[in-house]
């Protein structure tokens, strides 16, 4: 059988499976029916001119809040219900920002995504400005006004750089390297459960803050996971005060090439270009790990944008010595292209390089380390959880 035709087959079998599942489960009372149309409003980014507004129409999901002590039964289907999500086809979306009202179609997935110029500057003094969505159609007899608020990045005056960041075991813990647990962590847990690298979000708060402590540096996160997770990942972020920004994930299609290197390079270095593209005056950090292609990506953006990369964090989550070896060999170029390469497995390690260079304020390690230690239980602050996975530490190492 020729790969297409087995895509295909792979596919419908999928698709037969889903259908059985939902018919079972709501036999079994545990699935509902049909839900009230929704649009899942995602943030955006903007310079004040141009802004970008996307999101998702469909069915909505039901997924209840996220506690503690839900058992992973519970977060099996709540993750059943994300992936099942009944999106709105070619649903169409009246957005609403400075005055302008614009219509946008839905693809067949119900996702929309477009570019707003606006007829004047948005003008204030707060980092997000808001969009109102409305959706046109389809609509239901019972339910017939369906709206939403987007929110939108724009920043401000006073941003000295950005930072965009990676997710997935640079944020999150993961263990994408290790597919299974890497399946089993997403599919059995959820907010409350889903973990954070120790220190994390007192450095982001660092970095949004900046090097005087007084800045509103804007922090973007691009990653491949699907958009079906959006949810998790925004109520996550809140939860563990990681700061807010935009969130570039991707569809997730039934096709195993999505496991694939090039497919996350295909997603994120556009995306990445994007931003960039949007703020020419900006240096951006890029913060993401080793168990994708974040290091080649990253090296790619230094040759693009010459002089706007002044660093590069990586995170070390492979203990592969072939991979940290090809990392070592991205070192040179990197110094060479101008910028500086840290790679290790340790927070604080790149909190105090972003300090030494004045990213962020001496003052603001102390937090750091005890955020470190509340996350990895040693100070009793929070309950305990594991750390960094329990690889062998490597040493830090420095190219600058």
Excluded: C
Aim: glycine content about 6%.
């Amino acid at each position: 059988m020729s790969a297409p035709r087995w895509k295909d087959r792979l596919q419908q079998i999928a698709g037969e499976l889903r259908d059985d599942l939902r018919r079972a489960g709501e036999a079994a009372g545990i699935i509902d029916g049909p839900g009230p149309y929704q649009i899942a409003a995602y943030r955006g980014y903007g310079n004040g001119s141009r802004v970008l507004v996307h999101g998702r129409a469909l069915e909505e999901a039901n997924i209840p809040a996220a506690t503690a002590a839900d058992s992973i039964w519970r977060n099996l289907l709540s993750t059943y219900r994300r992936i099942d999500s009944d999106a709105l086809a070619h649903a169409r979306v009246q957005v609403s920002i400075g005055g302008l009202e614009r219509e946008i179609v839905a693809d067949d997935e119900g996702f929309f995504r477009e570019w707003i110029d606006l007829p004047s500057p948005l003008r204030s003094d707060e980092p997000w400005r808001r969009a109102q969505l409305r959706l046109l159609s389809p609509l239901r007899p019972d339910q017939p006004d369906v709206r939403a608020t987007a929110l939108i990045r724009v920043p401000d005056a006073s941003a000295t750089f950005g930072v965009i960041s990676d997710l997935d075991d640079t944020v999150i813990q993961s263990r994408i390297a290790n597919f299974l647990q890497a399946v089993r962590t997403v599919m059995l847990g959820n907010a409350r459960t889903r973990l954070p690298f120790p220190g994390v979000a007192a450095f982001y708060q660092a970095l949004e803050r900046g090097g005087d402590g007084a800045r509103k540096n804007p922090i973007f996160y691009v990653s491949s996971s699907p958009w079906n997770i959006h949810d998790l990942i925004a109520e996550f972020m809140e939860l563990q005060r990681i700061p807010a920004g935009p969130i570039s994930l991707r569809d997730w299609d039934i096709d195993l090439s999505a496991l694939a290197s090039h497919r996350h390079k295909g997603h994120k270095e556009p995306i990445i270009r994007e931003i960039l593209d949007l703020y020419p005056d900006m240096p951006f950090i890029l913060i993401g790990d080793s168990s994708q292609q974040d290091p080649e990506i990253y090296r790619a953006i230094i040759d693009a944008y010459p002089g706007r990369i002044p660093a590069i964090y990586i995170r070390n989550v492979n203990p592969d010595p072939e991979r940290l070896d090809s990392i070592r060999r991205l070192e040179r170029e990197v110094l060479a292209a101008g910028s500086s390469l840290l790679l290790a497995d340790d927070t604080y390690a790149a909190a105090v390089h972003a300090a030494d260079h004045g990213w962020i304020t001496k003052e603001s390690l102390p937090e750091i380390r005890e955020e470190k230690k509340a996350d990895t239980g040693e100070s009793g602050a929070k309950p305990e959880t594991p750390g960094a996975p329990d690889d062998p530490p490597t040493p830090t190492i420095v190219v600058e």
